[in-house]
């Protein structure tokens, strides 16, 4: 019979699971220790590669800072460069509010949940805006990891699970996890919500999807998940867990006017986040993903940049159509195309990198194709690579 | 009995669905109301003189500059963004010291073009700070990134009440607008520095919006 323990990189298959568990659980004590301590080691082996792409990080950050030319002084520290871009919004929305300018780029584009957290972490232990903000982000990539390899024993099995969770950290984007961005709290928030869905925990759920959609208007596409467990488990629910299976699916589309209700209270404008968002040059139109694939090659030849952006869309698309041959979840893999899709109806793909970066299916899939040892190697030195050049745009485009 | 156990059944199961969400959103409504700031009085006062620059995005400024007198128009234009289909905001300045130049008022990509002059790309952007385009966006651009830049004063001889605002040096110009108290119009521009012969002033006079020119 074989052992789950003295498997190494995940060769055995995983419909002997269910058998090995008995086994374990058969053998008594010992056993369970030796299994405890098989999980912490690969608790230990999470953790180490959190610390390696993070070190890829932050050294990437200082090379592109001590050899680039940044293009304002202060971005010679890495860890000011990692606050920068949309980060000085959100740290004038936790020190300020909101300031709304008609006509004029402001932080009524960017959504409340993380600088609700910046503004709770600076009451608690005041720092500078540029460590707490990076510390932070890292902080809960770290704890992200954790609780996306528990939803991921869920969903593609425990051999997989721990290297879909790897997957997060050491992802070419995933320097942003890293940055005064809110990414590294909506995956967070998204990875929870994911592990309270399959342990029918809705009220825990509704209550994820709420924070997450405070945190960036992409959480209220939560809903399709929660519609998707709602469904697929009705006829085994009672009548009140039904109700908050409910409730979890309407939760994201309602909490989503909070926002604008809070706009409207405090400026007198319930708009003013689409107006701040046309200065940005993003406004849903008609045929906008038409328009932003015909003028692809206008956008790259005066960004050079939006070129990466463009290449993850093709990514996340292309594992995205290589989940619907797995067992992944249907309603997550229509979740992840909402992400990127959705935002391409703006009429431009800048940004998408760094908005599909909360698609768990990818992670999932990176992580079944790793079953092949070689290519689970190549593909993770590639992304190692990848990332830190990635990271060393830092001081010419935003993310 | 068993049609009025399905119909409490579903009663309770409506009711919870309807109240845990109604819940969540007042909750997401009272953090955001009991832990973000307000707006200061600053960026209230300018909020409104902003909007009466946007309301009136021509002016006439008159101005006297390195000891000549200058009457200079702004008025509002559009350019197309090289390489791509979209267009931006510009700005069109007729002087009467004899240039008519038209740049960009993208905060990231201007000003574009330099006057005839040997000074003259300094008196180029000295004429585009008082334009109301300009003007705005170093407003906002200012109050974004400092907190109390705005001051109480009065202003000439019939000493009208004012608020003063210190602007963001702009191309190492130190700029102060005056905004009447009464309706938040921007009415007085004082400009110092960059090299330039004394200190400039613009009074800043609305046009009408007719006769825009466009690309």
Known sequence: ?????????????????????????????????LRLLDTRAKALGLFGWWALSRLVVISSAVAATQLGSPRKPELRNPLRLLSYWDGAWYHLTAARGYLFFPGFQNNAAFFPGYPLLLRGLHAIAPMPFYVYSTLASSLMLLAAMFVFAALSKEVIGEESAYRAARWLAIFPISYV??????????????????????????????????????????????VIPALGAALSRWRTLDARTRGLALGAVATGPMVLAAYPLYLQWALGRWDAWFDAERMWRRSFRLRGAAFAIRH???????????????????????LLVMALRTSIPRAWIV???????????SGTVQSLARFGLIILPVYWVLALIGRNRRLDRSLTLLSLVLLAGATATLPYTFP | ??????????????????????CLLALAFAVQALVLPRPDRGAA??????????????????????????????????ERIPGTPYHRPAQLIRSSQGWIRKVTRDPRRWPVVAARSRNG?????????????QMASLLARTVQSSDSIVTDAVSGPRRLPVYRFDLKPFHQLRISLYVRR?????????????GLKGTGAFVIEPLPRRGWPRD
């Open chain 1, 335 to 345: 979740f992840g195309a909402a992400i990127v899709l959705l935002p391409l109806e």
């Open chain 2, 1 to 22: 009995m068993h049609l009025s156990s399905r119909l409490a059944q579903s009663f309770v199961t409506v009711s919870i669905a309807l109240s845990v969400p109604l």
């Open chain 1, 296 to 318: 692809l090659h206008g956008q790259i030849a005066a960004i050079p940049y939006v070129a990466i952006d463009a290449a993850a869309l093709a990514v996340y698309l292309l």
């Open chain 1, 177 to 222: 996890f890293s940055m005064a961005y809110p990414q590294a709290l909506l995956l967070l928030l998204v990875t929870g919500f994911g592990l309270a869905l399959v342990r029918n925990r809705f009220l825990l759920a509704a209550f994820l999807v709420a924070s997450a959609t405070l945190v960036r208007p992409e959480g209220a596409l939560l």
């Open chain 2, 45 to 78: 006062i300018a909020r409104n003189a902003l909007d009466q620059l946007y309301l009136n995005p021509s002016s006439r400024s008159r101005t006297w500059l390195n000891g000549r007198r200058a009457t200079t128009a702004c008025l509002p234009a559009r």
């Open chain 1, 1 to 33: 019979m074989t052992d789950p323990r003295v498997r190494v990189g995940g060769v055995a298959r995983e419909t002997r699971l269910p058998e090995a568990r008995a086994a374990i659980r058969s053998r008594g004590s010992p056993s369970l220790l």
């Open chain 2, 182 to 194: 009464s309706d938040a119009r921007p009415f007085l521009l004082t400009v110092r520095g960059a």
């Open chain 2, 121 to 133: 790309r300094r008196q180029l952007k000295y004429l585009l700070a008082g334009c109301p385009g």
